[in-house]
Structures are given as structure tokens and as C-alpha cells.
């Protein structure tokens, strides 16, 4: 099974840069879709084989999530079940036989860090409940921009950036939360080293020096530990501020 995630900072500007072109190139069963600010009814595009599934938040043109699925799942629900954080779309899961499938869109702690409190002490906690409700069905990957880099290795200037929304102890505090309660951050368990990230500031020259934060990422329940078949980034993938981060499973 072939997962891909992907910010698309906008599906609707997204699918003008090429985004059709790398689904029909991409050989996914499942490509998880965040900041997707549509609704259905208004992606003009349509691809054959796949089915589109939308969280979209109440508020026109912000946030929101997706699932494009070529592989249909038994069944498919938005967001935590909680109405004071479901109006932002940033939740959506498939289900399939052996495994849920969530794709995420944590909220961002804001410059000023004006949504930090919220972020670290409602929104992780939250979250984390949830995925692990879900676990005690079947095993669960969820993935999409969380909107932190865990360590410094995920960032290219952690010393300048400490402290800043992204890269707070309490954002990191909430990815250690993750990894504690037995999720496997996948691109590490095949890569240790360092540059390796997922958005790059649009500021000139960014990403072309690759001064960048890793942001979006596949986790996975311990028990597919051993259906772990490689994970990666896919830098060169432009249409967004994003690129997108893939996982495979036997």
C-alpha cells in the first residue's frame, strides 16, 4: 500500500501547477491532501479511478483537508467529534480493513504564537485521543503538515529559530506526546540524517539553497512496524510552499 501526503497550500491554485500531472504519475493508493481551502463541488478537475473525499472548513478559502482514494476504503469521517475544533476541516479518516488512514492539518501557533495555548493544550492532547481511540480497533498512520519540526536535525536553522511557532518546546513537547503513546515518525526509521525537509519559505532563493523545515510527516502505529517499507520526501514536487512525503507498506 502507497500513501502520499501532501500541504497543497490550495488545491484549486495547486492544480494549475501541475497537481493532476503528479497523480496520475504518483502510483498511490491513498494521497492524504491538507490546506486544501475548497470544497468538492468547487475542484473543476475530476480523475478517473480516484474518489474524492472533503473536510472543508466552515470559513470560505481556509484550511480544510482531503483524501483522494484509488483504492475505495469501508468508510470515511471528518474531523475529532468535537465541535470546538471540527469547524477548521482539519481532520479527515478512511477506513480500510486492516488500518485507518488520517490525514491531519494541526493548527499553526500564529507569529506572535497568539494560538499556542490552544495548539499545546487543546488541540495535541485532543488529537493524540483520538488516533489512539482508533487503535484500539486496528492500527493507524496518520499523516499532513503537524506544523512543527521535532528536532533540530528537521529544520536548517534550529539555534535562530528556537522558540519561534514551529519550533516551540511545547509544539515539540506535543510530537514527543505522539512518539511516547507508541507512533513511529516513518522517515526516521530510514533516515537519521540531517536536510531533510518538507516547506520552504517563498522568500527568493529559499528553496533553492534548501533553508527549510520538515513539517509533514507519516506516524505510524508500532504494531506496522514490520509493514514498514520505506518512507521518503519529495523535494523536486513544485505547486506548493509544501512538497509531498510518501509511505510504503507490505
Known amino acids: 500500500m502507497k500513501l502520499v501526503s501532501w500541504?497543497?497550500?490550495?488545491?484549486?491554485?495547486?492544480?494549475?501547477?501541475?497537481?493532476?500531472?503528479?497523480?496520475?504519475?504518483?502510483d498511490a493508493d491513498v494521497v492524504c491532501l491538507q490546506e486544501?481551502?475548497?470544497?468538492?463541488?468547487?475542484?473543476?478537475?475530476?480523475?478517473?479511478?480516484?474518489?474524492l473525499h472533503c473536510n472543508p472548513a466552515l470559513k470560505?478559502?481556509?484550511?480544510?483537508?482531503?483524501?483522494?482514494?484509488?483504492?475505495?476504503p469501508l468508510a470515511v469521517f471528518p474531523?475529532?467529534?468535537?465541535?470546538?475544533?471540527d469547524t477548521e476541516g482539519r481532520v479527515l479518516t478512511a477506513e480500510y480493513e486492516d488500518i485507518f488512514v488520517v490525514t491531519v492539518y494541526a493548527p499553526n501557533a500564529q507569529r506572535e504564537l497568539t494560538r499556542l495555548d490552544y495548539r499545546s493544550r487543546q488541540w495535541d492532547p485532543e488529537f493524540l485521543r483520538f488516533v489512539k481511540r482508533l487503535e484500539k480497533n486496528k492500527p493507524v498512520v496518520f499523516c499532513g503538515d503537524l506544523n512543527v519540526s521535532h528536532r533540530d536535525i528537521d529544520l536548517a536553522n534550529p539555534a535562530a529559530n528556537r522558540g519561534n511557532a514551529g519550533f516551540?518546546?511545547?509544539?515539540?513537547a506535543g510530537f514527543?506526546?505522539?512518539?511516547?503513546?507508541?507512533?513511529?515518525?516513518?522517515?526516521?526509521?530510514?533516515?537519521?540524517?540531517t536536510g531533510h525537509y518538507t516547506w520552504w519559505s517563498n522568500r527568493k532563493g529559499v528553496r533553492?539553497?534548501?533553508?527549510?523545515?520538515?513539517l509533514d510527516y507519516f506516524l505510524a502505529s508500532a504494531a506496522l512496524r514490520p509493514r514498514l517499507r520505506g518512507a521518503g520526501i519529495l523535494p523536486g514536487v513544485m505547486g506548493s510552499d509544501h512538497c509531498p512525503v510518501i509511505l510504503e507498506l507490505a
Open 7 to 26: 500541504n497543497v497550500n490550495g488545491l484549486r491554485a495547486c492544480l494549475e501547477k501541475g497537481f493532476g500531472d503528479f497523480l496520475t504519475g504518483c
Open 36 to 51: 486544501v481551502r475548497a470544497h468538492a463541488t468547487q475542484v473543476g478537475a475530476r480523475w478517473s479511478g480516484w474518489t
Open 60 to 72: 470560505p478559502g481556509y484550511a480544510g483537508t482531503a483524501i483522494l482514494a484509488r483504492r475505495p
Open 79 to 85: 474531523g475529532l467529534g468535537l465541535a470546538e475544533h
Open 168 to 172: 516551540t518546546d511545547e509544539e515539540r
Open 176 to 193: 514527543d506526546a505522539y512518539l511516547q503513546a507508541g507512533f513511529i515518525d516513518t522517515f526516521r526509521a530510514f533516515e537519521p540524517g
Open 208 to 214: 533553492e539553497r534548501n533553508i527549510g523545515w520538515r
